[in-house]
């Protein structure tokens, strides 16, 4: 039987009315907004929320990517490591020389919701020293820990149930009402045990049972921005979900890139108050079209994208810009400088285990039914992000690498490394049990930079993260491995962790020289790059933005996003993006009198 035409319609309606507002081509785009996103990635979607609240304000965003929706792999979070290439920035870092000149992979999300799309679901926000820290670099007690933590809870929908007999956090210290859900795995791994034994037997190695309280050292569960049905949760399925979407005064534009911004009047400083962007087909841009911002342009392009298109927009070092034939609007010389990333690596080993995450990674048949499981119940393991525990970890006051170099951590409960744990093989092989364990610098030392390589705003920009260059990260990369070893050398480990897997069986950790060849063969890029458009305080002779977020010496242009943050936190970096877009969103309400 054939459904009433009514309900046909409503569907009709409901599918092409409820979402019209993304939008995939320019037809119904205005020619005015009061504020154009450029970037519909995890800050840009936070900031299309908080301004489309009052529904006098009209806000375009632009992304370079496509839809997130309906595709199983940017919704199951077991999936992360699947993620089609579709979906990404298929970026190449400069031949580094601190990895032995090796060129490598730079991901970033190139899909509404940006990188919080793709991304590896960590909620980390790093210590409380680091605010502080950002707040005294930048001269605002704004951005402190304390002051910030309003906008923490306006972020975090903390969505575990309070207590449960397995797994910890603390209450006290999460929000429970706002955008972004945040849980503990919902399954049982066979290193949930062993973590807590790890950390009670007198070994170096302590517990913490919540590391987002501001002191994130010691050993825990991870926390992930995952929903109570076991799905990602991205800026795109949080700040952007169906309600949100059918604000009418918002715009969302897919599949078009902003080229660069155009000023309006270079006198006395120069106002940028329209945007040029275009679809690309083919490597070519089609339908080169103008956008005019009444209010603002926001930048929300990312830690890449951001200083790319500032450049391209003749806001930059004017002897570069010139070099390529770009005129500059605005010489700031900071501009793609102080990019900085973390170095980090993985190592396997061997388990006495036929319950991790390899059973299903090793059989289809399996895989199938848990991937059933997950659409019909939302439960089973595949509701787990592949990290599963995490510990953060300083090196010794007395390490020798304090002679030569200063602390970079932000304090004294501030993290320099931190050990992230999978309850499988990180990277599947077909056989076998294992143990996966990430090591990360959080707190490196090398600066990097993003420039221009040509003046086609197609082309990629340079990107150099200056991995493992300063001998403080080298030093630390190696203190990583190393407590890794002897953590998993505790007696809670004993007839668990067998063997190293894949390492090269001569490999002597214990000796720099070796361990050094090893890494710069092997360390790859974090993907948690801040600072290439980052703040400072006014007046400063150096930074992008002032510490409200304005581009320095030009009117109409604020950036929000990863750029701008001028000091690596200790944490994986979506939820201090999370944060600063929050309170970004006030300080430009504020500044424009929206309630
Ligand atoms: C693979 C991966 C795993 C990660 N894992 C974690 C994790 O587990 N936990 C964690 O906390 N952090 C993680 N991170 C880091 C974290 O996701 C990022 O720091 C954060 O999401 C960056 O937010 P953003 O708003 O600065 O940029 P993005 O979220 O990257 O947004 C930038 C957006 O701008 C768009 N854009 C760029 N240029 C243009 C242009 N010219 N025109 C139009 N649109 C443009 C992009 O397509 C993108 O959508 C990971 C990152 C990656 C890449
Ligand atoms: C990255 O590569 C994939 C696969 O080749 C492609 O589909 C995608 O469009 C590329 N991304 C960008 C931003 O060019
Ligand atoms: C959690 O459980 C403990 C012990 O049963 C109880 O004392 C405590 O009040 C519970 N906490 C919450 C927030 O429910
Ligand atoms: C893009 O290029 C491919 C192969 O060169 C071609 O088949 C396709 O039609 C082109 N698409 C458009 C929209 O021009
Ligand atoms: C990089 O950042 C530091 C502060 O951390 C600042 O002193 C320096 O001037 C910056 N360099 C550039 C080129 O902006
Ligand atoms: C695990 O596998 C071993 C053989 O590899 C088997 O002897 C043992 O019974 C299995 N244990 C469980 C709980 O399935
Ligand atoms: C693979 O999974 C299926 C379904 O659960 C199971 O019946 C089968 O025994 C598994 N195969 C192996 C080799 O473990
Ligand atoms: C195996 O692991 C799953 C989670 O992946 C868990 O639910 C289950 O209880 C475990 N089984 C055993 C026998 O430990
Ligand atoms: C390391 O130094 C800091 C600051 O000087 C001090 O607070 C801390 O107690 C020291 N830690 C140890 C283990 O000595
Ligand atoms: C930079 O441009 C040159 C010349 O166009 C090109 O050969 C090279 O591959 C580009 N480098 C990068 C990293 O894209
Ligand atoms: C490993 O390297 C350390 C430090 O160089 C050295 O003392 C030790 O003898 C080496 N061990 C082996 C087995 O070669």
Known sequence: ??????????????????????????LSLSTTYDF?????????????????????????VIESGGSNEDVLELQVPFLMPEIPAKYTWNFTTTPQIGLAGRSIGYTRGHVLGGSSSINGMVYTRGSADDYDMIASLTEDDG?????????????????????????FFDPDVHGFHGMTAVSLSKTQHSLDDRMLKATEEGTEFSFNADYNSGKPLGFGWAQSTITSRGRRDSSATSYLSPKFRRRANLHVLLNHRVLRLLPAAHEPNP????????????????????VKASKEIILSAGSVGTPHVLLHSGIGDRKALSALGIKTAHHLPSVGQNFTEQPIGGLQWLVNDNNTTDRFTQNATLMAELLDEWKLEGSGPLTSATTTHIGFLRLPNDSAVFDTASDPSAGVNTPHIELSFSNGFIVPVPAGSGLGVLFFVVTPLSRGSISLN????????????????????????????????????????????????????????SNDAQLDAYLRDNAIAGLHSVGSASM????????????????????G?????????????????????YIIAERAADLIKESWGIL
């Open 36 to 60: 154009v996103i450029v970037g519909g990635g995890t800050a840009g979607n936070v900031l299309a929320n908080r301004l489309t609240e009052d529904p006098g304000i009209r806000v375009l």
């Open 143 to 167: 951005w402190s820990w304390d002051r910030l933590q309003s906008y923490i809870r306006k972020h975090e929908r903390w969505s575990s149930p309070v207590n449960s007999s397995l797994k």
């Open 557 to 577: 242009v604020r950036v929000v996003d990863a750029s701008v943050i001028p000091h690596m936190p200790s944490a994986h970096t979506q939820t201090p993006v």
């Open 536 to 555: 400072s305080p006014k007046g400063a002779h150096w930074g992008v933005t002032d510490p409200d977020l304005k581009v320095k010496g030009v009117r």
């Open 271 to 290: 106002h940028f108050n329209a945007v040029e962007y275009g679809e690309i087909v083919n490597g070519t841009i089609r339908s080169r079209r103008v």
């Open 1 to 26: 039987m054939l459904p009433p035409l009514w309900a046909v319609l409503m569907i009709f309606f409901l599918k092409n009315f409820a979402f019209a507002k993304i939008l995939t081509s320019t």
């Open 454 to 509: 040509t003046s086609d705003p197609l082309d990629q920009p340079l990107i150099d993260p200056a991995l493992l260059v300063d001998e403080f990260d080298r030093f630390t990369l190696r203190e990583a491995v190393r407590l890794a070893f002897r953590f998993v050398g505790t007696p809670a480990w004993k007839d668990y962790v067998l063997e190293p897997f894949g390492l090269p069986p001569d490999l002597n950790i």
